[in-house]
């Protein structure tokens, strides 16, 4: 649509297609999120058998839980509670008891959060250990490519006037406002994605892979230190929880801003690689 605002100057607005997202990031992606869906309801199921957590070496065999998920009987019934470092919360119905078959059931997380949806651990940990590993080779090949195409160089290291205090205030206010970028500022991720995408690839998702194989017998048998690396197993265990938690955290909000900025065009832009920008000028 044009504007006249004068004889001698034409405003214009047109909206182009950029490609924004390459054909292995595409795939790599709907692959990760495939990998992380299974991964939690299976990773829940093995927390349901012992729905505490502890730090140091021995856990139940000597440190005090920092964080349970579990029941008690009580006068008005089955009750179920999460206690966080003491503090102790009501949860029934949600954490700790929730109904199966219309029945009140003793359970840190309910039958629909968790695959299988019965309680089985050891099917659990199968589905659990298959998507980890194709978790593991998607996240090497994506990276992989990452430094091989310079898209990790290109699009997710942050310039050095982005890193200004003043830079990155301004970004958080104008998330905070729900103001997304337009124009020439839409085709590349800004400060705060950069240092997000940054933070998830190179710091929760190896944290959580690594703490997750220190947690098997048969890698410690190799790799004896990584034990000590995290303080103990059941320290180990208590990160990947941890890890897992903010990686959880980081989907919803992700999920959040795609919606909010524009939900077709970003899941277009993950499906064909093709992103629309809004251009505005003017022609004297």
């Known amino acids: 649509m044009n504007e006249h605002a004068s004889d001698n100057d034409v405003r214009y607005s047109r909206t182009i297609f950029i490609r924004r997202h390459s054909l292995v990031a595409r795939l790599t992606h709907w692959l990760n ?37 579990g029941s008690e009987g009580r006068a008005g019934g089955t009750l179920g509670f999460v206690r966080v470092a003491g503090v102790e919360f009501e949860t029934t119905g949600v954490l700790g008891v929730s109904e199966i078959d219309g029945q009140a059931t003793a359970r840190a997380f309910p039958a629909w959060a968790t695959i299988p949806s019965f309680q089985d651990l050891a099917a659990g940990r199968r589905w659990h250990f298959f998507f980890a590993w194709l978790f593991v080779l998607n996240g090497l ?42 124009g020439e500022k839409a085709k590349r991720y800004n400060a705060l994605q950069k240092l997000t995408y940054l933070a998830v690839i190179g710091v929760l998702l ?9 947690m098997s017998p048969g890698i410690d048998a190799v790799f004896p230190w990584l034990v000590d690396v995290f303080g103990g197993r059941q320290s180990a265990r208590t990160i990947h929880f941890i890890t897992a938690s903010l990686l959880v955290l980081f989907v919803i909000i992700h999920i959040a801003m795609v919606v909010l900025s524009g939900t077709w065009n970003n899941i277009r832009s993950m499906i064909t690689g093709r992103y629309a920008v809004k251009e505005t000028g003017s022609n004297s």
């Open 206 to 214: 190896p944290l959580m892979v690594v703490t997750g194989l220190t």
């Open 141 to 182: 090949l994506y990276f992989g490519f990452s430094v091989i195409s310079g898209h990790l160089k290109r699009d997710l290291a942050p310039k050095v006037e982005e890193l200004s205090p003043r830079h990155l205030w301004h970004e958080i206010i104008d998330h905070a406002r729900l103001r997304f970028p337009e």
């Open 33 to 69: 999120a495939l990998c992380l869906s299974f991964l939690l309801l299976s990773g829940l199921q093995i927390f349901n058998a012992h729905p505490e957590l502890y730090w140091g070496h021995y856990g139940a065999d000597g440190d005090p839980a920092i964080l349970t998920i």
